[in-house]
């Protein structure tokens, strides 16, 4: 099992940043691409952004330019940054990794509880 533990979430004007940790844990596992989600209410899960363990990121259109992530494989932790952010980025946060059992080489995904993420003023 991989545990995924979320943290950054809150209430912020639009035009402010926020900063969304993710930590993975857990043994006999290798932590591939990790990355964040988000559902906003009455909306499906959608992307928001990717990093594989080699630092290929992957944006959704919508927060391309404001929208950082990084992470470090030594730790596996990834990051969002988010600024210049907007009342359509409100939304609940979930952070996603993609391990690789190293007994049986399977893949498996696992989420996050998720954050929540508020834009208003």
């Known amino acids: 099992q991989v545990q995924l533990v979320e943290s950054g979430g809150g209430l912020v004007q639009p035009g402010g940043s926020l900063r969304l940790s993710c930590a993975a844990s857990?043994?006999?596992?290798?932590?591939?691409?990790m990355g964040w989600y988000r559902q906003a209410p009455g909306k499906g899960r959608e992307l928001v952004a990717t990093?594989?363990?080699?630092?290929?990121?992957n944006f959704a259109d919508s927060v391309k330019g404001r929208f950082t992530i990084s992470r470090d494989n030594a730790k596996n932790t990834v990051v969002l940054q988010m600024n210049s952010l907007k009342p359509e980025d409100t939304a609940v946060y979930y952070c996603?990794?993609?391990?690789?059992?190293?007994?049986?080489?399977?893949?498996?995904?696992?989420w996050g509880q998720g954050t929540q993420v508020t834009i208003s003023s």
């Open positions: 996603k990794t993609v391990a690789r059992s190293v007994v049986t080489m399977s893949d498996f995904v696992y």
């Open positions: 857990g043994s006999r596992f290798s932590i591939n691409t």
């Open positions: 990093i594989t363990s080699g630092g290929n990121t």
